[in-house]
């Protein structure tokens, strides 16, 4: 049984929005306690950080994304998203939720230009 499951991908226009949800099935305590964190990879490219959020809510995020994507988080519902407005084809990948160390199979993003 999948721990970590992301969703919202698909494909969007240039300048568009998406906005991806992740749902952990790990016990609060662990959820409330380990940061959560966004990676994504583009074809022929190596994963990458998006944002992140520590259990304090210290937010950092790719300076490809600054001002354009906003990541949140829920613990009571164990839950976490990636607001993500002015796409461009270059955020076109497949986006990975992170749990401490517990990863989701992903859900692709495409950007049309």
């Known amino acids: 049984q999948a721990q970590v499951v992301e969703s919202g991908g698909g494909l969007v226009q240039a300048g568009g929005s998406l906005r991806l949800s992740c749902a952990a099935s790990?016990?609060?305590?662990?959820?409330?306690?380990?940061?959560v964190a966004w990676h994504r990879q583009a074809p022929g490219s190596q994963r990458e950080l998006v944002a992140s959020?520590?259990?304090?809510?210290?937010?950092i995020y790719a300076d490809s994304v600054k001002g354009r994507f906003t990541m949140s988080r829920d613990n009571a519902k164990k839950m976490a998203y990636l607001e993500m407005n002015r796409l461009k084809p270059e955020d076109t990948a497949v986006y990975y939720c992170?749990?401490?160390?517990?990863w989701g199979q992903g859900t692709q993003v495409t950007v049309s230009s």
């Open positions: 992170v749990v401490f160390d517990r």
């Open positions: 790990v016990s609060e305590m662990f959820f409330n306690r380990n940061a």
């Open positions: 959020i520590t259990s304090a809510g210290y937010e």
